[in-house]
């Protein structure tokens, strides 16, 4: 079992490795002079070099990638064009705000989509598991700003005027100093995961409900709960812990619009401004770090997959 | 042996679900929207998209004004035809890619497969919004662009599924039997291995283009799409929601159109998973958003 | 106050209706009765409801299936009839594992795998009470093992599942269901997928609780030979109703219905006999033949037929020599060497793991790379199909275990019989069509059928259009991997004629691998018995089966059930 974690570790450093090499190497897809392209056309020459200096850009490619890299595992993430300060110092503050979001509505979403879905799957084929099954199919279709439009509308605006629908914490103030404004949010994120979980949560407690080895504990007499939490649950876990790390994963991608939509001052609203900006360096270390998030997430969610796996657990424990 | 599996066709025993029929309906209404809408638009209502139509965000016409003077009505009933073609042509080119790569890394297995599998792990780190920022950071937001990010990011997710599934036929006897014929590898592919997966790629044609929406929606959305003036379901929702109290249709509309769009193509997608697995509703739900991650 | 029948009964089954959720009836009014002590066989093929039938007795009707009329009573530890289906779920609970118990078919599938098997015993002790300490419920656990013959030590008990073979898990299967002393058990299929000799010691462990502790059972099961080694009567189960119930010896000596004589002349006997009269078919020829007689018999009229070109060479059309396959550290096939000549059938027998598979697939090229010859009419095969010629890949065919995976569900009948066509020859359109045709119907199979999907097929009909694509290039070496074993009895009774007639017409060599030597003297003229890889034993299938040289073919046939 260890030797697979060990391989799936490996795994999981040469890709992020692949990540930055594939990071580094869209920089020179900026068409032309880079320089000109961040700085614009009426640049002077004189910017352009500094600039040209700052990034390093007269060097050669395969330098460019050390020095980055070499940054990178320093915590220099280089310098943000547009604020023309550090650009760690523009992410500090920003990374909280977005934990904020993402572990709020990780949490809330899969405490709701688990019991959503086991619920489901109890009653499967009556009115509750078809409304649950219709509503999750609904709302997994729609994209998150629509969602999120929807509960301003509901919520915030229009129907029941009850919460924010914009951040209202200045600059430099903690985004949790007042909990109300992240409300919408995270709401927001939760009904996009929230869907997933719960389908995936009702499909695999079904299939594991009607395995050989739940019908065989009903016919030896044991009772109805104890069947479901020691022979169904256990087994529901693995498959289920890597699809939640799937969409945790990829809450990591929603919050950029969510942020935008609410304007939160999170990395997902920088990296929208560093993208209108083409402030490549702050583009680059936050598709970075979300990707780094994405992997590390993936990473845990297979080696929970591998530690419930009874066959190789077993190895182990001989 | 149930005397009764003679079998219909896939599209035809999933359309025989009434989730589906629901789903059509309200694919084709919104779809029948976007073509016709740019021709329809500017004869009913009199405007054209980009014409000052009167005061900034008020009401008047249909659904009144947005910030720029210009008619809501008629900018709605012409924003979805760009959406729509760009959802298209990256689902298709997604699809086509995955479904190749999918079917040669499982098929061939070995080190064409750790290969192939590998390189979409590198893709796959990428939710795909963020990897589609990454590349109109640097080149812009151009339509081409567009369409190639998206289906690129589709393309190892298709993979995955068109692989698992062709991993699962593989080694069936039929095949071996093929092999044992001497059937070129590519005929293979394509005569034994492709018909047996359709079942699963249909369900990833879905499921791609409900997220195709999504996506040039969302860009759109966050001005990195389609770039005014033109309109645009996606970008409306974004010019015109600082005034969402008093002018709500501006946002309304294309927001809804949104909506029934891809709540009708996903109800179509479920049932084709429905239809597919042979059972209602009781086969995994199609790949949940790992997929859309 | 008690009928008097209920005393007699332990397990009573009247009139048990069950619908499918579409209002399909898989039971229409079945009825049952076992005394202590008694074993009861239900048999019956796929989809006859044998299944529903004996979980009823336990009170549970699978997903979709609705419980429409007629009831079940088991007699209680207290001696008083309880009815299963009418009480409330607390007491059917409380009956289920303790008073009615089950065996199921597949253990693997069945035992939880996350649990270790120690606990699972328990767990149904313990749910019901069982034993008034932990340490007792312990005792009992060790108890039961070992009258399953299972090591009952404390390291053995905290083994996974899967850390057993096949016939332990269903060993540990059959503890759980008898370690609470059931007055009845449900046996579903219990041996399927066992070897014969795990079979027996199964068997022998069964018939051995059931008697000691006056256990009522009931055994469903396909397989008639089994029928006659452990049931005391038996009800016959076709299309959900009992079409014929009787002691044993009654129904397998002398079958009332038509089907049940079907069922019973279909089974394949070890000396060659019984199966003689079938509907007017000539599967009596190479087997028919008396005792005495077989091995001129055996070889029988194909040999006859075919003496003029056996004689004019006498190279054998397949041979395989020194062939040895490993897996890794595996040896999967070692030095072994076979001949087979025009017009010959060599029944390969060996049970799973014994590497029959991969011999076969070695020789029709899908192998791995191995070590030895294989050479058909002289000519050394390559090991791959990728580097054999076209009139190699003709000349070597191949019939797989299961019709249901080896026929394309996307293609029709006449597209899979015509593909060989397509790559090994150059026959045209037309020619290709007439050539697929006739050898439809050389297979007995309705050319009408040819235009469609396998799905719309039954199980034979498959097969024969799986026979079909191996006959339509008129190979001269045919091999047929557990062609049988996929479908049901009576079905398979017809293919094995089938092959034995196209082996008569067409004089090719046919390799017959199997599992079930009591097919050999239906089907072949010699036999090669494979273990673990190595040719343990051959010879003629007269010296073989009345003359076994080697422990194991001794073995084997002495754990073949016999009707």
């Not at chain 1, 700085?39 to 850009?57: F, S, V, W």
């Not at chain 2, 709605?76 to 035809?81: A, E, H, M």
């Not at chain 2, 297995?109 to 920022?133: E, H, K, N, T, Y």
């Not at chain 3, 018999?297 to 003029?308: F, I, N, P, R």
Request: glycine share 10%; proline share 5%.
């Amino acid at each position: 079992m260890f030797r697979l974690i060990l391989r799936r570790l490996a795994i999981s450093v040469a890709v992020l490795w692949l990540v930055t090499l594939l990071v580094f190497v869209a920089t020179l897809l900026l068409p032309g002079d880079p320089a000109r392209a961040i700085l614009g056309q009426q640049a002077t020459p004189e910017r352009i070099a500094a600039l040209n200096d700052q990034l390093g850009l007269d060097a050669p490619v395969w330098q460019r990638y050390l020095d980055w890299l070499g940054g990178v595992f320093t915590g220099d993430l280089g310098t943000s064009a547009a604020s023309q300060g550090p650009v760690t110092e523009l992410l500090g503050g920003r990374i909280g705000a977005s934990l904020v979001l993402l572990v709020g509505a990780a949490v809330i979403s899969t405490a709701g989509g688990l019991a959503l879905g086991t619920w489901s799957a109890l009653r499967r084929g009556r009115a509750v598991d078809h409304t649950v099954s219709g509503l999750s199919l609904v709302v997994a279709a729609l994209p998150e700003f629509v969602i999120g439009v929807a509960l301003i509308v509901l919520l915030s605006t229009t129907v029941l005027p009850v919460f924010p629908s914009v951040t209202l914490a200045p600059p430099g103030e903690p985004v949790w100093s007042r909990p109300i404004q992240l409300v919408l949010p995270i709401l927001t994120l939760t009904l996009v995961v929230t869907p997933y979980i719960t389908r995936m949560m009702r499909a695999t407690m079904s299939e594991v409900l009607d395995s050989g080895y739940v019908e065989m504990a009903r016919l030896k007499g044991i009772p109805e709960r104890v069947v479901i939490t020691r022979h169904a649950v256990p087994h529901a876990i693995g498959p289920v812990a890597q699809v939640i790390a799937i969409q945790l994963a990829w809450l990591a991608g929603g919050v950029v619009v969510v942020e935008f939509l609410f304007r939160y001052p999170g990395i997902g609203q920088a990296l929208i401004d560093a993208v209108n900006n083409r402030d490549v360096e702050v583009v680059q270390a936050i598709t970075l770090l979300i990707a780094g998030v994405y992997i590390v997430v993936n990473l845990i969610a297979d080696i929970v997959g591998i530690m419930t796996n009874p066959k190789l657990r077993a190895e182990v424990a001989r | 042996m149930t005397a009764t599996t003679t079998q219909p066709t896939l599209l035809r025993r999933a359309l025989s679900l009434p989730q589906a029929k629901i789903g059509l309906t309200l694919t084709v209404v919104v779809v029948g929207v976007a073509v016709l809408g740019p021709w329809v638009g500017p004869w009913l209502t009199g405007h054209d998209t980009t014409g000052f139509a009167g005061k900034p965000f008020q009401p008047g016409g249909i659904a009144g004004t947005d910030g720029l003077g210009r008619d809501v009505f008629t900018r709605f009933l012409s924003g979805g035809l760009t959406l729509l073609v760009y959802a298209v042509l990256a689902t298709a080119l997604g699809l086509v890619l995955g479904a190749v790569l999918g079917m040669l890394a499982g098929y061939s297995g070995g080190r064409l497969d750790s290969l192939i599998m590998r390189g979409s792990d590198v893709l796959l780190s990428f939710p795909q919004l963020v990897f589609a920022l990454l590349a109109i950071a640097m080149i812009g937001p151009e339509g081409w662009l567009l369409v190639l990010v998206i289906g690129v990011t589709h393309a190892p997710r298709v993979a995955r599924v068109a692989r698992q599934a062709t991993v699962a036929v593989k080694d069936a006897d039929f095949i071996r039997a093929a092999r044992m014929y001497a059937m070129p590898r590519r005929r293979i592919l394509l005569r034994e291995v492709l018909p047996n997966i359709t079942g699963p790629l249909m369900v990833e044609l879905g499921l791609r283009l409900t997220y195709s929406i999504g996506y040039v929606a969302s860009l759109s959305f966050l001005g990195l799409g389609i770039q005014p003036p033109t309109a645009d379901w996606g970008l409306m929702i974004n010019e015109n929601r600082i005034a969402l109290v008093v002018e709500p249709w501006g946002v309304l509309l294309p927001v809804l159109a949104i909506a029934v769009l891809t709540v009708g193509t996903n109800l179509i997608t479920d049932s084709l998973a429905s239809a597919a697995s042979g059972t209602s509703n009781t086969g995994k739900p199609n790949t949940a958003k790992e997929a859309s991650a | 106050m008690t009928a008097p029948a209920t005393v007699t009964h332990t397990l009573l089954a009247r009139e048990l209706r069950v619908d499918t959720a579409t209002g399909h009836p898989v039971l229409k009014g079945v009825s049952y009765e076992i005394a202590p002590g008694e074993v009861l066989a239900l048999v019956g093929e796929s989809g006859s409801g044998k299944t529903t039938a004996g979980l009823a007795a336990l009170g549970h009707f699978r997903r979709g299936l609705i419980h429409t009329g007629g009831g079940v009573s088991v007699q209680s530890d207290d001696g008083e009839p309880v009815s299963v289906l009418e009480v409330g779920d607390r007491q059917r609970r409380s009956l289920r594992g303790s008073t009615v118990a089950y065996i199921p078919q597949d253990p693997a599938a069945s035992l939880n795998p996350a649990l270790r098997i120690g606990k699972q015993i328990g767990e149904v002790l313990e749910t019901h009470g069982y034993g008034a300490s932990a340490a007792e419920r312990s005792t009992r656990i060790a108890e039961v093992l070992g009258e399953v013959g299972l090591p009952d030590d404390e390291a053995y008990r905290r083994r996974y599942p899967h850390e057993l073979s096949g016939g332990q898990q269903q060993r540990v299967g059959i503890a759980m269901a008898f370690a609470c002393r059931p007055n009845v058990v449900v046996l579903d299929e219990p041996t399927t997928g066992l070897d014969v000799t795990t079979q027996t010691l199964v068997l022998r462990t069964i018939s051995a609780l059931t008697t000691e502790h006056d256990t009522a059972a009931l055994y469903i099961t396909h397989d008639l030979a089994v029928v006659a080694t452990i049931a005391h009567r038996v009800a016959v189960l076709r299309r959900g109703e009992v079409v014929e119930c009787g002691s044993t010896e009654e129904v397998l000596r002398a079958p009332a219905h038509a089907y049940t004589r079907e069922l019973v002349t279909a089974v394949p006997h070890l000396d060659g006999t019984g199966a003689t009269d079938t509907s007017g078919s000539g599967r009596s020829t190479p087997g028919s033949s008396t005792p005495g007689a077989t091995e001129s018999g055996a070889a029988g009229a194909s040999a006859a037929d075919m003496e003029v070109a056996g004689d004019a060479e006498h190279t054998p059309v397949l041979s395989v020599s020194g062939l040895s396959v490993a897996y890794g550290e595996h040896r999967v096939l070692r030095d072994v060497s076979l001949d087979v000549r025009a017009g010959e059938c060599l029944m390969l027998l060996g049970e799973s793991g014994s590497g029959k598979t991969t011999l076969s697939q070695c020789v029709a090229g899908l192998g791995l790379p191995h070590a030895g010859t294989v050479s058909v009419s002289g000519t050394p095969l390559a090991a791959s199909t990728q580097r054999r010629t076209a009139e190699q890949l003709r000349s070597v065919q191949y019939v797989f275990q299961s019709p249901y995976s080896s026929l394309n569900p996307r293609k029709t009948i006449a597209q899979s019989v015509e593909l060989p066509l397509r790559t090994l020859t150059d026959l045209d359109a037309a020619a290709r069509r007439e050539r697929v045709t006739e050898t439809l119907e050389r297979v007995r199979l309705d050319p009408a059928l040819a235009g469609r999907l396998p799905d719309e097929l039954s199980g034979g009909q498959r097969q024969r259009a799986a026979i079909a694509r191996g006959l339509v290039t008129t190979p001269d070496v045919l091999l047929c991997d557990e062609v049988t074993s996929a479908l049901d009895v009576s079905v398979q009774a017809t293919i094995v004629d089938l092959l034995c007639e196209l082996r008569r017409e067409l004089g090719m060599a046919m390799l017959f691998v199997t599992h079930n030597i009591a097919l050999a003297r239906h089907v072949a003229d010699r036999i090669a018995v494979l273990r673990g890889g190595e040719v343990v034993e051959s010879g003629t299938v007269g010296e073989v089966l009345d003359s076994p040289s080697h422990e194991y073919t001794r073995e084997l046939l002495a754990n073949t059930p016999r009707m």
